[in-house]
């Protein structure tokens, strides 16, 4: 469903494992700047009327999200440490195209975030089937299905408001980039490192 082109090698869940304390403070990060870059898009593209609404009601489950990560690190007796950089993600705005067209700029916004949640999606797939603690595993199963509607939710919009841009075709290159940038990742404790 995802299209991903190269997947999380499933011994990724074996470090995660390892330090849950540091993938749940990068994910309750994630979820925070999830929230962020909805709020972005209501900034940059207010002329996108369902688009504006969705993304509020994203803030608002993206922070909700936040929430339910920070409530079970706390449960754990772990807290949350400081935000890291993520470097998928930085490594992943680098494919964006810059400049162009208003449409463009919304295409490749809407692409990217398309990009991240179908990621995550797959990631906490492997979290919700692999790691070995009961409650994750329903924790991550709830969020992967969160971030699938997210996933379809930024493809649709974006194929929705482009009238000029071939926004499959868009797709699949993120797609083929996005697999060869993996083949550095799936070797640390974070969601999309």
């Known amino acids: 469903m995802l299209g991903l082109k190269l997947p999380t090698d499933p011994r990724w869940v074996n470090i995660v494992e390892k330090n849950i304390e540091e993938i749940l403070t990068d ?13 972005t898009v209501i900034v940059k593209f207010p002329e996108y009327p369902d688009v504006v609404e969705a993304m509020g009601e994203l803030v608002k489950e993206e922070m909700e999200h936040f929430q339910m990560v920070h409530r079970e690190i706390l449960k754990r007796n772990l807290k949350l440490g400081r935000e890291r950089k ?5 490594d992943l705005l680098a494919f964006i195209k810059k400049g162009g067209s208003k449409e463009q700029q919304f295409v490749e916004k809407m692409l990217f ?11 906490f797939r492997l ?5 070995s603690d009961p409650e994750l595993r329903v924790f991550y199963r709830e969020l ?9 939710m930024f493809l649709n919009f974006a194929k929705k408001h482009a009238s000029t841009i071939d926004v499959d075709k868009r797709w699949q290159d993120f797609l083929t980039y996005e697999a060869e940038l993996m083949k550095k990742y799936g070797k640390k404790e974070t969601i999309h490192g």
């Open 27 to 39: 994910h309750a990060y994630c979820e925070q700047k999830a929230a962020s870059n909805a709020i």
């Open 86 to 90: 993520d470097e998928y993600i930085h």
């Open 113 to 123: 975030g398309a990009m991240i949640e179908a990621r995550s999606c797959e990631r």
């Open 127 to 131: 979290l919700s089937e692999n790691i």
């Open 144 to 152: 992967m299905e969160s971030e699938a509607r997210h996933y379809t």
